[in-house]
């Protein structure tokens, strides 16, 4: 897959393509209307996501323009414009999804994910996260382990696929706190450790070799 992003808020934008990236898939990224209006009529996009307050172009224009041109290309308006009348204006601009600013990436990708589907644009989309023998289906949401399934919490769910997108690289209790949890980390809870144990015990006691590590003093990692 392939995804067009146009933000000219420079942290942000490097924050997703990152997140993408890890994902395996491509993206191009402009910095403004001008450029993210060059970019989509010279090259094929899968999905393109475009912040609404951009330099000499805005999303809303870019938008109705990219849609004129290529009706059936999937538009994901990210803006902190987060009013009713904002909304309309953007889906009557020919927005297919609008999310609004502050966002969880899982959510926006998810939504990417979900509209290259619908739009038949990349029959390819990796739908399957494979760790060994453990696979995490994230359509059917449900998880194998040696072709055994295995059945977890929503919250145990999310944790796992956290770990597998981000396979063989340590993830800090901060990361998880801010990323599946969705709060700012409490030094003094220790909820996190307890939902690690929780998925040990479900992905790795019956099973060889043993994934889920502990790196002492730095977090989690998923790896064989």
Sequence with gaps: MKVLLVEDEVSLASFIRKGIESEGYEIDVAYDGLVGQHLADNNSYDVIVLDVNLPHVNGFTLCRHIKQNSPRLPVLLLTALDSLPDK??????????????????????????????????????????????????????????????????????????????????????????????DLHFDTNTNVIDVYINYLRKKIDKDFSPKLLHTVIGMGYVLRN
């Design 88 to 181: 309309e204006s953007g889906f009557g601009a020919g927005a297919d999804d609008y999310l609004v600013k502050p966002f969880e990436f899982r959510e926006l990708m998810l939504r990417i994910k979900a509209l290259a589907r619908r739009n038949h644009a990349f029959s390819g989309l990796k739908t399957v996260l494979r760790v060994a023998d453990l696979e995490l289906d994230t359509e059917a949401h449900s998880v194998k382990r040696a072709g055994q399934r295995i059945e977890l919490t929503a919250r145990e769910y999310a944790l796992l696929e956290y770990l597998m997108i981000n396979q063989g690289r340590t993830v800090s209790r901060v990361d998880i706190a801010e990323k599946v949890w």
